[in-house]
């Protein structure tokens, strides 16, 4: 299994300066070591962009959200096929700030991630808990909960390959604040146990990835750690110098 070495982009950026971070990105990584792969989530404006600056190199391409239809009266959204007519090979589902601000449900974020597979993107479904429900002794609960739901309408054909969890505690996302080691393998470890559900014994094929205030200094540190397959990286994924020592830790 490779290593899934992803930026977020979230809302950042405009067509130039996405460009020329991925014309360079593009150079620092090469050649990228064998054990990996280097994805970037960027906003639906730049994809375009985006694709004709990844050319040639090894870099895939994302969408940070799609909706479930084919296409129709969705004001506002995005279909997988857009995206893959854009460049895009993954999506992105569940972030938190999705859950937390636009107010999508767990049903809902299964939903998406069922048709997106569907269609042939690769999805990276992310999860995660708020400060209070950890302290409140709910990771596990809250975990599980999300899991299930993410992938509760995932056929059993799709190839355990084209899905990664992204484990990102919403306490730890723009922080500074990294969850430690311990706290990173019991989340992963939990995670593994809970992919058993819908997997069986392919459950070792899912990515699981973390996210969560990653840096240069302790990308290394973090993709060392049991159960942990790469990381997702928001703030220190703008810019190319830095994004690029995280992917070649
Ligand atoms: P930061 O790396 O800025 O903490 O963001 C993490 C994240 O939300 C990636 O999806």
């Known amino acids: 299994m490779k290593l899934l070495m992803a930026a977020n982009w979230k809302m950042y950026k405009n067509q130039e300066s996405a460009r020329a971070t991925l014309v360079e990105l593009a150079t620092r990584i090469a050649p990228l070591p064998q054990d990996r792969e280097v ?3 960027a906003p639906f404006t730049l994809l375009p962009a985006c694709a004709a600056a990844v050319q040639g190199s090894p870099i895939r391409l994302g969408g940070q959200n799609c909706y479930p239809e084919s296409e129709g009266a969705f004001t506002g959204e995005i279909s997988p096929g857009m995206l893959q007519d854009a460049g895009c090979t993954l999506v992105l589902t569940g972030h938190s700030e999705r859950r ?3 107010g999508e449900s767990d049903e ?4 998406k991630t069922a048709f997106a597979l569907q269609l042939g993107l690769d999805v990276v479904l992310c999860i995660g ?3 209070a429900q950890r302290e409140a002794g709910k990771l596990e609960e809250v975990l599980a909960r999300q899991l299930a739901a993410g992938l509760a309408d995932v056929p059993a054909s799709v190839p355990p390959q084209r899905i990664s969890i992204a484990y990102e505690p ?3 996302i723009g922080t500074g604040k990294v969850a430690g080691p311990v706290e990173i393998v019991a989340a992963h470890t939990a995670v593994r146990h809970m992919l058993h559900n819908n997997f069986k ?3 070792s094929q899912v990515r699981i990835v973390y996210g969560g205030s990653v840096k240069p200094d302790n990308a290394k540190e973090i993709i060392a750690l ?3 397959n790469g990381v997702l990286v928001g703030g220190a994924s703008l810019q190319a110098e830095s ?3 995280i992917a070649l830790a």
């Open 100 to 102: 937390a601000i636009l």
């Open 170 to 172: 919403v306490w730890a």
């Open 201 to 203: 014994e392919n459950a």
């Open 129 to 131: 808990e708020t400060l």
């Open 108 to 111: 809902f974020v299964g939903q």
């Open 39 to 41: 994805a970037v989530f």
């Open 226 to 228: 049991d159960n942990v």
């Open 243 to 245: 994004f690029s020592r």
